[in-house]
């Protein structure tokens, strides 16, 4: 590594993502993938505290659902994921929430707490629409500042056997 790499890799101890893309778009799995685990992430709220996922009835679950909150996967903490999940149903709260969370984010000053990627995936089976309303709004209206955003296509293999 050269002098750069090495100032930055001292000064970004974690790589802060949020992760967008409809249910079963394949996000957990390219996650899973990148931090080389099949386990689940551990997910703290915005205070640190761990989440017990098992102890909250599935309806609860969603309704807890904070873009805030944090998921680590034990096997490479040097990631921090957030989830944008709600966002599919393409309202204007929701829209408005993940625009907040990246305008905010995206200004702060320590390296710790900002954003430094978006990872949007697609899915590319046949049986999705390679664009929902939703994505197409965010790809079109949200401003994401200085945060790269990333397109990952999804379920390829399957785009190939069905094409
Ligand atoms: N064929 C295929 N299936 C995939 C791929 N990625 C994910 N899946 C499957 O799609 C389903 C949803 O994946 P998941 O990662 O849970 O999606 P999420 O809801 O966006 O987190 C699961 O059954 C995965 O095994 C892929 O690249 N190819
Ligand atoms: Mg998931």
Known sequence: ???????????YRQF???VMGRANAGKTTVLQKVCNTTDQPKIYNS?????DLSALAPSRERGEH???NEMIFEANPGYIFHDSRGFECGSTSEFKIVQDFIEQRGM?????????????CLPTDNASRLLTGAEARFFQECDPGAVPVIAIYTKFDDFVLQT
């Open 108 to 120: 702060r000053r320590s390296s710790s707490e900002q954003l430094h990627a978006i990872w949007y």
């Open 47 to 51: 205070k640190r505290e761990e989440i």
């Open 16 to 18: 802060r993502v949020l």
């Open 1 to 11: 590594m050269d002098d750069r790499t090495l100032r930055l890799r001292q000064k």
């Open 66 to 68: 904070n873009i805030e």
